[in-house]
């Protein structure tokens, strides 16, 4: 499989931002030494073109998805641009695959455990190896899919809570990489005010709900956005203190960790840029 390194980056700057700037911004995270580059592909759209963007932008880091979503990708056509691609960058691209959400597929959506199942056949059928490839699986039942059938887990908006249970489901051998959002912020009420606007479009997404909720969060926890469940969801201080945060991940039992900049500031990719700058002096070391 690829090599994701310790630390890495989400971003959906640098997909959806300006193509120059954030191609610029990838091959700086590049020499800063972050070990993954992931990009969001909930909303469909060209996901191999972007891949390839950000692959000829920079020379090291892994380009993952975090996630393909597996109702608006044919698996055939996935997999038949993998393999074209030359063996150097098929070992710098990593495919974290998703079953998103039923509000955003329509009426095509089924039961998630038995069409990612279905997807991942076709995978194999066309040669797409288990190595190149990860799901975004909040649950056990999820996970053990993902513990069988490719290099392991991406989970978004967890907490080392849900590192340490899903490391317990895994076993070892598989790998686990979390998203974990941060807000570079010393100050208690700015910084939760940013994390809840990031936080708010999530809230009724109930594979997320539900994970929240088996985390040991109440409904009115979760639809007040409690002070407890943003600290639990997002780290937020200064860098020692976002850097305390990913430590708790890794004694869980994480492989790696992508931080999420959350700024507030939209697209505009130098607010999370001067973040990821700032963090990399502690993380990357």
Not at 102 to 131: F, I
Not at 261 to 269: D, Q, R, V, W, Y
Request: glycine share 10%; hydrophobic share 45%; net charge negative.
């Amino acid at each position: 499989m690829p090599s994701l390194g310790r630390i890495g980056v989400w971003s959906m700057e640098l997909r959806f931002g300006d193509a120059k700037q954030a191609g610029a911004a990838a091959a700086e995270l590049d020499e800063l030494g972050y070990g993954t580059l992931w990009i969001p592909g909930g909303v469909g759209g060209d996901i191999t073109g972007d891949i390839d963007r950000l692959l000829d932008a920079t020379q090291k880091v892994t380009i993952a998805t975090g996630i393909l979503n597996i109702w608006m990708h044919d698996p055939a056509e996935i997999a038949s641009w993998w393999k074209k691609l030359p063996d150097a960058r098929q070992e710098r691209v990593f495919l974290g695959l998703g079953v998103s959400h039923a509000h955003l597929v329509g009426q095509a959506y089924e039961r998630p455990l038995s069409a990612m199942t279905s997807w991942l056949d076709r995978l194999d059928a066309e040669g797409l190896p288990a190595g190149a490839r990860c799901l975004a699986a909040l649950g056990p039942k999820m996970q053990v899919l993902a513990r069988d059938r490719s290099a392991g887990i991406h989970p978004y908006l967890i907490s080392p809570d849900h590192t340490k249970a899903a490391r317990e489901v895994l076993g070892q051998g598989s790998v686990l990489a979390p998203e974990q959002g941060i807000v570079l912020d010393s100050d208690p009420a700015s910084a939760r005010e940013k994390a809840r606007g990031a936080l708010s479009h999530y809230l009724q997404y109930p594979n997320y709900r539900n994970s929240w909720l088996r985390l040991g969060f109440s409904v009115e926890e979760i639809d007040a956005m409690s002070d407890r469940l943003v600290d639990s969801l997002f780290a937020w201080g200064d860098e020692a203190a976002i850097a305390a945060r990913l430590d708790q991940h890794w004694a869980a039992g994480a492989d790696h960790v992508c931080v999420q900049a959350t700024t507030g500031k939209g697209l505009e990719i130098d607010a999370p840029l001067a973040v990821w700058r700032a963090m990399a002096g502690v993380l990357t070391a």
